[in-house]
């Protein structure tokens, strides 16, 4: 890991300069933009604002209401082939992407979906930490099974790792990766031992999820006033975070394939504890 210590600008540093216009009002803005994608060779027209795959955003009724001013919907990826039967319609065809993990389970709901459903142009492969050398594996799959359809990439926060992504297929790039947050008194492995996370420092080494010492590089510290998710384990660990934090964690149905660290880093998603339930192995140090 390599801590960079020049300035780096942020959202929050960026601002938008107005300049003359001739338009008479606001209401003769035309916010539509024409898109064609480098490997699906297909276009787009439309207001390019996105809906993000996340539970209660991503949903068909938010779909139909965004389509019918031209904008776009990733639908969230716990939907099935049967929500889409029941839910699906070509009034938002043009504006939506069926969304995926990189799990065995996740692909074979993709390819039914699209199976069933294959007017639907878009596809949103999406996970919390774009860095993996699966994950770019994963999007090669994809392009390669899916040579028509424009595939969405995500998220990574980094020029090199999306020009990585467009050279394995993808036609467009997400950016960003948020944290979500441990209580104070969680405990977390240092190499001086456990201590409560409210005591970690920049630099610290902690252990992280692919069993490499890694020294801190940020911290974020929240005030909240959400109902926190509770993750309890059956060896009687409980941890308790705010319900969008992920959890690196393996479905049931792929466990039997697990038998090393590698097929654990292949296998093992990032999951937002408010997802977490008992078909799901939670990765322990």
């Known amino acids: 890991m390599r801590i960079e210590n020049e300035i780096l600008l942020d959202f929050k540093d960026v601002l938008i300069r107005p300049k003359r216009s001739t338009l008479a ?31 209660g955003v991503g949903t068909f009724d938010m ?21 889409f039967n029941e839910r699906y319609s070509y009034a938002i065809q043009p504006n939506i992407a069926v969304s995926t993990g990189i799990g065995e389970r996740d692909y074979v709901n993709l390819v039914s979906v699209l199976t069933a459903h294959p007017n639907i142009d878009f596809i949103c492969v999406d996970v919390a930490n774009g860095y993996s050398e699966h994950f770019g594996d994963f999007i090669a799959k994809v392009r390669e099974e899916f040579k028509d359809k424009t595939i969405i990439a995500g998220n990574v926060v980094t020029a090199d790792m999306t020009q990585e992504l467009i050279l394995r297929g993808a036609d467009i790039v997400k950016v960003g990766i948020g944290p979500g947050c441990f209580t104070p008194d969680t405990l977390v492995l240092t190499d001086e031992g456990w201590r409560t996370i409210s005591t970690i420092k920049e630099g610290d080494l902690v252990l992280t999820h692919n069993t490499i010492w890694e020294p801190v590089t940020h911290l974020w510290k929240f005030d909240h006033h959400r109902q926190l998710a509770t993750v309890s384990l059956e060896d009687g660990n409980e941890y308790k975070m705010t319900p969008d934090h992920k959890v690196f964690a393996i479905h049931q149905s792929n466990a039997d394939q697990c038998k090393c660290d590698e097929d654990i ?5 990032w999951v937002p504890a408010k997802n977490l339930n008992s078909e799901w192995l939670v990765a322990t140090t």
């Open 265 to 269: 880093q292949r296998l093992g998603e």
């Open 25 to 55: 009002s606001r209401k003769d803005v035309d916010l539509s933009r024409k898109y064609k994608f480098r490997w699906s060779s297909k276009t787009w027209t439309g207001v390019p604002i996105m809906a993000a795959n996340m539970d």
């Open 63 to 83: 779909a139909e209401a965004l389509s019918y001013v031209k904008m776009f919907t990733c639908l969230v990826k716990s939907y099935t082939v049967k929500d």
